[in-house]
């Protein structure tokens, strides 16, 4: 038992290892949509002129 324990514990530590080290990461369709929303331009509305003017102001 203490040798298959030791042989899934090495056989882990290799799919580990190639997985963060060897594979290149595959891009999903979700985090192609995200990549395109975030570097579209954002709208922008300047919402100051509805800013009520400071108590105690003659405007």
Not at 8 to 19: D, E, F, H, R, S
Not at 31 to 49: G, H, M, R, V, W
């Amino acid at each position: 038992m203490p040798y298959l324990f030791g042989g899934l514990v090495l056989l882990n530590a290799i799919t580990l290892g190639y997985y963060l080290f060897f594979k290149p990461p595959s891009t999903t369709q979700t985090l192609k949509a995200a990549k395109d929303e975030i570097t579209q331009p954002l709208a922008f509305t300047n919402s100051a002129k509805y800013i009520p003017p400071v108590i105690g102001t003659k405007d």
